[in-house]
């Protein structure tokens, strides 16, 4: 029901878009976030957008480089990535959580996207 995309090999200091299509959820009911986990890492939320648009939440490792989005009439959420660093290599998830809010805890979520991979590389 979610299904992520965008994702690539990208050089340092490129940008991605990630894009977040939802298929039988009524969409504008849910909050969407953007998780990632790296090889031997934790999963880390990154940011959330509340159910209209108008209330987004950013981690500090990625506050000012990334921007979450969503159009609800293409029931998608978008992740643009700018200043991409090495460290942001990952795997990249979106997830949608029933209500208006989520947090970034992944236990918030109800739905999970499967998964697109990101490469920062030289």
């Known amino acids: 029901q979610l299904q992520a995309s965008g994702g690539g090999l990208v050089q340092p200091g490129g940008s991605l878009r990630l894009s977040c299509a939802a298929s039988?959820?009524?969409?504008?009911?849910?909050?969407v976030g953007w998780f990632r986990q790296a090889p031997g890492k934790e999963r880390e939320g990154i940011s959330c957008?509340?159910?209209?648009?108008?209330?987004?939440y950013y981690a500090d490792s990625v506050e000012g480089r990334f921007t979450i989005s969503r159009d609800n009439d293409k029931n998608s959420v978008y992740l643009q990535m700018t200043s991409l660093k090495p460290e942001d290599t990952a795997v990249y998830y979106c997830?949608?959580?029933?209500?208006?809010?989520?947090?970034?805890?992944?236990?918030?979520?109800?739905?999970w996207g499967q998964g697109t991979q990101v490469t920062v590389s030289s």
């Open positions: 039988g959820l009524s969409f504008d009911k849910f909050a």
């Open positions: 997830a949608a959580a029933r209500g208006a809010w989520a947090s970034s805890s992944g236990a918030d979520y109800h739905y």
């Open positions: 957008i509340n159910s209209s648009g108008q209330l987004t």
